[in-house]
């Protein structure tokens, strides 16, 4: 990620943030904080990281490990003591006992008359449920931090306590704003990796946009090129982020993993996922359901219609979670043993159903950032629909409101086939969808990666379209 590809932005919301900071200087409260959250693996530390060191001013660079409030004070002084803070040694020396008194000897230990930067990574290693690290966080930002022209950047992968640091109630209630920071979208996978638009949405697919597993894929490289030599390498990235990641966001929580693992072998519904994570109980089963929700891992989904329903569907959120789970996970011990063919030649047989479903969540999300267009108005709520026995699905449902929808706007299907285009019998099959849904005659769209071939669509995108939602 030399180039920081897809970061321009949020590298540009850092430095308005600093200069807000440096044209502060002379007034009674300069400073600024900003909280940032993202999953793991996403870059956060890196694009912190790059941002200071080119900003040109001081700045500290502290990572919380989850250690005691001894070692991570002594982490706090060792960091402080390499940085390019000019009183660095204050830490140090002063050996702070609690974290009032380190933000207190940090503060005095930044300049008066220059911006600086402090980031704390990691911050819900410090968080506990009393809030005392909080409280402690908000006292010293108040009494001496705000009042130096400094910008302090908070950073989270736990995304629900991260939200919870800047929400009401809590003590740092509106001290810092929120900037979430999102894995490289289809567009700048494409674009890093020197992809045309339909292998860079399988890029996506695979790699799920994370920096660290596309700085991998050769330029230009195929899938199955990249797959095959990822494979042969039990510690690449596309095999171990998976693992690190679940490690770190449930060390304790073993009923939620196995309830996660029964989504992500593609099981949607309450019932099927309680059978295949062993025969859980129902309000287990909710409570896990609802840890994984809170965490951004899964999606909880229902059916876009005029009616209500209780047919609730999950999947697991991010894509490249979602093909570890189904397809290299289960494999890790052929891999760890030499045989990456094996599970490289599972990948193959399963290839085309599984990313024909991976993908709807991606052209939803492409037809939200794209409309209105030409021939489709813009839609507040864009998802799908199904009924419980599955006799009818709609890939693409748009409408005024979600789940229960006062006015549907537009249904469609999506086709991500290599060489079978979108024909007159996909488009028959839509027809007969709508009339089972409503009997209004709504706009029909597709979705396509090899093309239309019938006549009778009221909006058709291929990749390239669709690829056009997301700026490179």
Same mark, same amino acid.
């Given at each position: 990620?030399?180039?920081?590809?897809?970061?321009?932005?949020?590298?540009?919301?850092?430095?308005?943030?600093?200069?807000?900071?440096?044209?502060?200087?002379?007034?009674?409260?300069?400073?600024?904080?900003?909280?940032?959250?993202?999953?793991?693996?996403?870059?956060?530390?890196?694009?912190?990281?790059?941002?200071?060191?080119?900003?040109?001013?001081?700045?500290?660079?502290?990572?919380?490990?989850?250690?005691?409030?001894?070692?991570?004070?002594?982490?706090?002084?060792?960091?402080?003591?390499?940085?390019?803070?000019?009183?660095?040694?204050? +830490?140090?020396?002063?050996?702070?006992?609690? $974290?009032? @008194?380190?933000?207190?000897?940090?503060?005095?230990?930044? *300049?008066?008359?220059?911006?600086?930067?402090?980031?704390?990574?990691?911050?819900?290693?410090?968080?506990?449920?009393?809030?005392?690290?909080?409280?402690?966080?908000?006292?010293?930002? &108040?009494?001496?931090?705000?009042?130096?022209?400094?910008?302090?950047?908070?950073?989270?992968?736990?995304?629900?306590?991260?939200?919870?640091?800047?929400?009401?109630?809590? *003590?740092?209630?509106?001290?810092?704003?929120?900037?979430?920071?999102?894995?490289?979208?289809?567009?700048?996978?494409?674009?890093?990796?020197?992809?045309?638009?339909?292998?860079?949405?399988?890029?996506?697919?695979?790699?799920?946009? +994370?920096?660290?597993?596309?700085?991998?894929?050769?330029?230009?490289?195929?899938?199955? &090129?990249?797959?095959?030599?990822?494979?042969?390498?039990?510690?690449?990235?596309?095999?171990?982020?998976?693992?690190?990641?679940?490690?770190?966001?449930?060390?304790?929580?073993?009923?939620?993993?196995?309830?996660?693992?029964?989504?992500?072998?593609?099981?949607?519904?309450?019932?099927?996922?309680?059978?295949?994570?062993?025969?859980?109980?129902?309000?287990?089963?909710?409570?896990?359901?609802?840890?994984?929700?809170?965490?951004?891992?899964?999606?909880?989904?229902?059916?876009?219609?005029?009616?209500?329903?209780?047919?609730?569907?999950?999947?697991? @959120?991010?894509?490249?979670?979602?093909?570890?789970?189904?397809?290299?996970?289960?494999?890790?011990?052929?891999?760890?043993?030499?045989?990456?063919?094996?599970?490289?030649?599972?990948?193959?047989?399963? $290839?085309?159903? $599984?990313?024909?479903?991976?993908?709807?969540?991606?052209?939803?999300?492409?037809?939200?950032? !794209?409309?209105?267009?030409?021939?489709?108005?813009?839609?507040?709520?864009?998802?799908?629909?199904?009924?419980?026995?599955? &006799?009818?699905?709609?890939?693409?449902?748009?409408?005024?409101?979600?789940?229960?929808?006062?006015?549907?706007?537009?249904?469609?299907?999506?086709?991500?086939?290599?060489?079978?285009?979108? &024909?007159?019998?996909?488009?028959?099959?839509?027809?007969?969808?709508?009339?089972?849904?409503? *009997?209004?005659?709504?706009?029909?769209?597709?979705?396509?990666?090899?093309?239309?071939?019938?006549?009778? !669509?009221?909006?058709?995108?291929?990749?390239?379209?669709?690829?056009?939602? $997301?700026?490179?």
């Amino acid at each position: 990620m030399a180039d920081f590809v897809g970061r321009r932005s949020e590298l540009a919301t850092l430095d308005r943030e600093l200069d807000k900071v440096a044209s502060g200087i002379g007034r009674e409260r300069p400073g600024r904080c900003v909280v940032l959250r993202g999953r793991r693996r996403v870059g956060k530390s890196r694009l912190v990281e790059r941002f200071a060191e080119r900003s040109g001013v001081p700045f500290l660079f502290y990572a919380a490990t989850g250690a005691s409030l001894q070692m991570e004070l002594e982490r706090l002084a060792h960091d402080a003591q390499t940085s390019s803070l000019p009183q660095a040694g204050l +830490l140090s020396a002063a050996r702070p006992a609690n $974290w009032d @008194a380190a933000f207190d000897v940090l503060a005095a230990g930044l *300049p008066h008359d220059r911006a600086s930067v402090v980031v704390m990574d990691e911050v819900p290693y410090l968080m506990d449920t009393a809030g005392a690290f909080e409280g402690m966080l908000q006292r010293a930002w &108040d009494r001496v931090l705000e009042a130096k022209p400094v910008l302090l950047v908070l950073i989270g992968s736990d995304l629900s306590m991260m939200e919870s640091l800047n929400s009401y109630g809590r *003590p740092f209630h509106q001290r810092g704003r929120e900037m979430v920071l999102g894995p490289l979208n289809p567009a700048e996978v494409g674009a890093m990796l020197g992809l045309d638009a339909a292998s860079a949405f399988d890029a996506a697919l695979v790699t799920g946009g +994370l920096p660290l597993i596309c700085a991998e894929w050769p330029n230009g490289a195929g899938m199955w &090129d990249f797959l095959e030599t990822a494979l042969s390498d039990p510690v690449s990235a596309l095999l171990v982020s998976a693992e690190r990641s679940l490690a770190a966001e449930f060390p304790q929580q073993v009923q939620a993993r196995a309830v996660l693992s029964a989504i992500g072998s593609g099981e949607r519904t309450f019932s099927n996922i309680a059978r295949a994570a062993g025969g859980i109980g129902a309000t287990p089963l909710q409570r896990s359901l609802g840890i994984l929700v809170d965490k951004r891992v899964i999606a909880a989904e229902l059916p876009i219609s005029t009616r209500p329903s209780k047919d609730r569907r999950y999947r697991v @959120a991010d894509p490249y979670l979602r093909f570890w789970l189904k397809l290299l996970g289960p494999a890790m011990e052929e891999i760890e043993r030499g045989r990456g063919d094996l599970a490289l030649r599972r990948i193959r047989e399963s $290839w085309t159903s $599984w990313r024909g479903r991976a993908i709807e969540p991606l052209v939803r999300e492409a037809l939200a950032r !794209l409309l209105p267009d030409a021939h489709l108005p813009a839609a507040p709520a864009i998802g799908g629909y199904w009924t419980r026995t599955n &006799d009818v699905e709609i890939d693409i449902v748009g409408a005024d409101r979600a789940p229960i929808a006062k006015e549907l706007l537009f249904l469609g299907s999506v086709k991500w086939l290599e060489s079978s285009p979108f &024909d007159r019998h996909d488009l028959a099959a839509l027809h007969r969808h709508r009339a089972m849904l409503t *009997p209004d005659p709504l706009p029909l769209v597709a979705a396509s990666r090899s093309g239309i071939d019938c006549a009778g !669509l009221d909006a058709a995108y291929g990749p390239a379209d669709l690829l056009a939602a $997301w700026p490179s």
